[in-house]
């Protein structure tokens, strides 16, 4: 658990704010028992199961559209993006609402955990062998006790067209 | 006070405060075209709303200004401090003259002439070093509290000041301007001001940025301020003068408030979250028989009822309030221009948006003018060209599928295209070749750029090349499209199409495997249920459905299919019972097929998410009462994507001129048996109509059958000259008009209709028959209906005409087409009609005969032709050669007002549609007239 081993050159490399900055904050979500983070403040909203409207002809990945309080939300199935296999239909799930651009999307997820806050000594980018799906929605990792936590990068999760060239 | 009066009040003090600032912005960044394009808008708006509310004074000092900033949009004049002071001065004056009018309703009188030459000598370049006081003159006082106080006293001063004006020689006269804005009375209490402000002679051109704010002429400087504030503050008053003006922010911006959009969107979510809730609430109330809650929750109900209407109310706005100006503009306009316009509107309670229609309102305007002043003509040249006297501006506003259409149509003399590439060549927006491979819709769209306007003349109506791109940049922001059709002397339609984002729509909610979708109901027609046990029963063709309606097939689409939705419930369901929508797209009438149909609801259209956009079958999606999200159905997006149909849509126009090029070897033919052997076929275009004749009314006379039709005797000509016709039953019969003059052809039976490449691959032998072609897989054989023609005209009618024609020598006709099938068929034709008709099959033959010496009176050429084609052919001709003064009618499948025109610049006299029989005989004898008028 060397920290020095962190090459200097990554924090700038992303010149994300994740990385300038000492601690952040991030909500933490399973998917197919895999620990993944969103910054907290990029989080709108946390919702139990949801019904969701079917959208025809639309991507896979889009699951449908739902009512927020009078606004409607598009529902990304977070597993199909990532090029996992479809939640089983017996296990409800959760969502994480986000903004992007005034536009709200719900991120479908297995399950939403707590808030950590974690310090950039514990970040990493991504490996290199990592699934290139996997690597184009990441920001980095973040080295936990016992687990590793994928930093989601929201604009990228949500930009659909990078998927037909995936 | 009057509502347009206050308004444009508003209005006008708003676009004022934005001009302060962005003059001082402009002084900043002299080299940023487009802050000056948009000063130069504002400025333009402030003069055309001037105008057509008749404030003469007002709108002179705006059109002094514009010239001025015209000049430096075109880099005629640089933009200099001293210039920019002018223009504030201007604009001051303006201020001041708008503090009056607020508060006694009329303009001051008098006017402001030095202003004005000093502008108009600006406008010359020749305002170059002017002494500091002229330079910096004093900025006119405010016109705050006097305004209303002084308004008695103010005539007088202002009289005086006129007098004083007129007494003094005009542009020469330095100090002059100091005082010519001063319409108020505290002259002389300001007037030692500006003595005191530096003289602003330093060059602000230096894109410095922070030097240039720092030398900042004091008069500029705080009218930043001042404009910040809103107010109608006079801009070198300074400090104490912004707090007058905010102390009178005039009673008239008291009477609304302008609220950010946000906010009312915000608010309309809180309702319909609101709605919901109550929904919900009277959902549980409804399940308790008993409750004190009833008699307040009914309350609640009733005032969130309200509410929600309220805050839609808010949003919403009938188009005529757009629309209110206008038939005012339009009179004025029509006395300023010597026209007689008269004005429709049509569609005016068409619903829309507060947002869109702000937006939409300086458009319209704008090309309602431009329609006035550049589409109509004047009413003596309108006579001349056969119209009425008056000409006609139709608004026309109205839903379409997802979206408001407002049309914008004049029947003027259409937009000159030829002067539009004239214009754009001058402009250096396209060089000649570029123009050369354009088409007319594309040279068009020269009209939306900025500074662009085929005005011969800068009226101070229109034609300075603000409008149309302004119109365009405002339709588009909102989302929408605008669609200009032209035809060259019938008038032009600007089509605007504008989202039905956030307007609120009726819908029809249905449900289709499961899934409840939105159809708006604008294009629902009817509902029709069918099932195994109703009358309406849907067959299929090849397993495409359709249904048999008032005997009609309505082509049907399923919805299960088209959105590709798996049904988990079973597909033998829908077979039992479905229910159809009845939808119209334009013309285009179709049935949607889904399952269920429910009841109609009020929705507010919200825009889908952007990665959803590229879905065409949705409008939009929603939420329902329910509180469930629902997709709205774009019946313009199921039209075309399952219908062949051409829908007119700016897109499709590609693909069009793709499929005449396809269609252009293609033709209609009529299919038909007659006789024995193989079917027969005639141009359809050649046949006038098809008739059933009641063998019992057919005569006889000079021992030939003949028929009584339409108050005439019409000859019966059999294709097989042994035929004997029966004495009853009925025949049909082909019907071939010339003039007042009908042939009838007896035939057995009528077959078909077909488009097919007419191929003719046999020579025929026998008269009366042109060839043997294959026609919808069969031999068939080609009739030379010219023969029968000349059949029944020589027996019937052919001594007289023979007569007419002996009086005067036959008219020579050359007819030139490369097809041997439209040579056999017009040649008899054209002989029939009494012409003297060669024929040669390329330009190159007939350039020949020109060589050899021959003569002829018109000469009738094809356009697509191996080889030369027609154009060249006619160039050839037009230039230098012997025939350069033989009238020439061109012959082409494409009859486009673009052919026309290429034709015309080619040499053409005359332009005819292939196939068309009449119009050639017309064009033909028109044309020989005419030459023999000139001659």
């Not at chain 1, 991504?126 to 990792?141: F, H, M, Y």
């Not at chain 2, 229109?462 to 059709?485: F, L, Q």
């Not at chain 2, 084609?869 to 486009?896: K, Q």
Request: proline share 6%; charged share 25%.
């Amino acid at each position: 658990m060397s920290n020095a081993k962190l090459p200097s050159t990554v924090r700038k490399s992303r010149g994300d704010d994740i990385v300038v900055s000492g601690n952040q904050d991030f909500v933490t979500m399973t998917i197919a028992d895999q620990m993944f983070g969103i910054p907290v403040l990029q989080v709108q909203d946390v919702l139990g199961h949801q019904r969701i409207t079917r959208i025809p002809l639309a991507p896979p990945e889009v699951a449908g559209s739902l009512n927020l309080r009078g606004r409607i939300v598009t529902a990304i199935d977070v597993r199909l993006r990532l090029g996992l296999t479809g939640r089983p239909k017996d296990k409800p799930g959760m969502s994480i609402v986000v903004d992007l651009r005034g536009e709200l999307y719900s991120l479908m997820v297995d399950s939403v955990g707590e808030v950590l806050s974690l310090t950039k000594e514990d970040f990493e980018r991504n490996p290199a062998t990592l699934d290139p799906r996997w690597r184009e929605v990441s920001t980095g990792i973040y080295r936990l006790n016992g687990q590793l936590m994928v930093v989601l990068d929201v604009p990228r999760l949500l930009n659909f067209t990078t998927i037909e060239t995936a | 006070m009057d509502d347009l009066l206050s308004e444009f009040l508003t209005e006008t003090n708003e676009n004022l405060s934005v001009l302060d600032v962005e003059l001082v912005r402009l002084e900043q960044n002299p080299n940023n075209p487009e802050l000056l394009s948009n000063i130069f808008r504002l400025v333009h708006t402030i003069k055309g709303t001037c105008g057509f509310l008749g404030l003469p004074r007002l709108e002179k000092v705006a059109h002094a200004s514009e010239n001025v900033l015209g000049k430096f949009r075109d880099g005629e004049l640089t933009i200099n401090p001293e210039a920019v002071s002018l223009i504030l001065q201007a604009l001051d004056t303006i201020k001041s003259l708008l503090a009056v009018l607020e508060a006694t309703e009329a303009e001051p009188p008098g006017d402001d002439l030095p202003l004005i030459e000093r502008l108009n000598l600006c406008a010359e370049g020749k305002l170059g070093g002017p002494a500091p006081a002229a330079a910096a003159p004093p900025p006119p006082p405010p016109p705050t509290a006097p305004a209303v106080a002084a308004s008695e006293s103010r005539p007088v001063t202002l009289d005086e000041l006129e007098a004083l004006w007129n007494s003094t020689p005009g542009p020469n006269d330095i100090p002059a301007p100091a005082a010519a804005p001063a319409a108020g009375t505290a002259v002389a209490t300001r007037a030692p001001e500006p003595v005191e402000e530096p003289a602003p002679s330093q060059d602000l051109v230096v894109p410095d940025a922070e030097p240039a704010a720092a030398k900042m002429p004091a008069p500029v400087a705080p009218m930043a301020n001042a404009g910040g504030s809103g107010g109608g503050s006079a801009g070198g008053g300074a400090a104490d003068a912004g707090a007058e003006a905010a102390t009178k922010e005039s009673a008239v911006a008291a009477q609304t408030i302008r609220v950010n959009v946000d906010l009312l969107e915000n608010l309309m979510t809180m309702v319909s979250e609101l709605v919901l809730t109550r929904n919900q609430l009277l959902q549980i109330l409804r399940s308790q028989k008993e409750s004190e809650f009833a008699a307040p929750l009914q309350r609640l109900n009733h005032v969130t009822s309200e509410l929600q209407e309220g805050v839609m109310k808010t949003r919403m706005q009938p188009i005529g309030n757009a629309w209110a100006k206008l038939p005012r503009l339009v009179r004025d306009l029509a006395h300023e221009l010597n026209k007689k316009i008269d004005l429709q509107m049509l569609g005016a309670d068409t619903e829309l948006d507060r947002q869109v229609l702000e937006l939409i309102k300086d458009p319209l305007t704008h090309m309602v003018r431009n329609s006035a002043d550049h589409g109509l003509e004047i009413p003596a040249e309108r006579l001349k060209s056969g119209k009425s006297e008056t000409g006609r501006i139709t608004l026309n506003a109205y839903h379409e599928g997802g979206h408001i259409i407002i049309e914008i149509q004049d029947d003027g003399k259409g937009l000159a295209i030829d002067r539009i590439k004239q214009k754009a060549i001058q402009n250096g927006m396209a060089s000649e070749g570029e123009l050369a491979s354009m088409t007319d819709q594309q040279i068009i769209q020269f009209i939306m750029k900025p500074g662009f306007s085929t005005a011969a003349k800068v009226t101070n109506v229109s034609g300075r090349g603000v409008g149309m791109d302004v119109v365009k940049t405002n339709i588009e922001k909102i989302g929408g499209t605008i669609e200009i059709k032209s035809v060259q002397g019938k008038g032009s339609t600007f089509v605007i199409k504008i989202p039905l984002t956030l307007a609120i729509v009726s819908a029809l909610i249905v449900e289709c495997a499961g899934e409840r979708f939105a159809i708006p109901q604008i294009s629902v027609v009817e509902l029709v249920r069918a099932a195994s046990d109703s009358e309406h029963t849907i067959e299929r063709l090849k397993g495409t459905p359709v249904l048999r309606l008032r005997n009609r097939l309505l082509p049907l689409v399923s919805l299960q299919q088209l959105l590709r939705l798996d049904d988990s419930e079973g597909a033998a369901k829908t077979e039992d019972e479905t229910f159809i929508v009845v939808t119209q797209v334009g013309t285009y009438t179709f049935g949607i097929m889904v399952d269920r149909v429910f009841d109609t609801e009020e929705i507010v259209v919200k825009p889908v998410a952007p990665i959803l956009r590229h879905i065409e079958m949705f409008s939009g999606n929603t939420i329902l009462g329910d509180g469930s999200v629902i997709m709205i159905l774009d019946p313009n997006g199921i039209a075309s994507a399952t219908g062949e149909m051409a829908m007119g849509e700016a897109a499709g126009k590609e693909t069009t001129a793709v499929q005449t090029q396809r269609q252009e070897d293609k033709m209609a033919l009529l299919l038909f048996r007659a006789g024995e052997g193989a079917p027969k076929a005639v141009p359809l275009s050649l046949v006038a109509r098809l008739e059933d004749v009641d063998l019992a009314t057919v005569e006889l006379s000079n021992g030939l059958p003949v028929v009584q039709y339409r108050g005439k005797l019409m000859p019966l000509v059999p294709i097989n000259p042994n035929f004997v016709i029966a004495n009853e039953g009925r025949q049909p019969v082909l019907v071939f008009a010339d003039g007042d003059r009908s042939m009838g052809l007896i035939v057995d039976e009528i077959v078909d209709i077909v488009e097919e490449k007419l191929n003719v691959q046999l020579a025929a032998e026998r008269p009366g028959l042109m060839g043997s072609a294959i026609i919808a897989g069969k031999a068939t054989e080609v009739i030379d209906a010219g023969f029968f023609l000349t059949q029944a005209y020589k027996d019937w009618f052919g001594s007289s005409t023979q007569e007419g024609f002996e009086e005067e020598k036959l008219q020579r006709v050359l007819l030139v087409d490369d097809s041997p099938f439209f040579r056999n068929l017009l040649t008899p034709l054209l002989s029939v009609a009494g012409y003297d008709v060669t024929a040669v099959e390329n330009a190159g033959d007939a350039l020949a005969l020109c060589e050899a010496g021959e003569d002829f009176d018109v000469i009738v050429s094809d356009i697509e032709m191996p080889g030369m084609s027609g154009f060249d052919f006619a160039e050839a001709v037009r230039h230098g050669s012997r025939w350069h003064r033989v009238p020439m009618v061109a012959l082409s499948s494409h009859a486009s007002a673009r052919d026309l025109d290429r034709g015309r610049i080619a040499g053409f006299n005359d332009y005819v549609a292939k196939f068309d029989r009449d119009a050639l005989l017309f064009a033909l004898q028109q044309t020989l007239t005419e030459q023999k008028g000139a001659a």
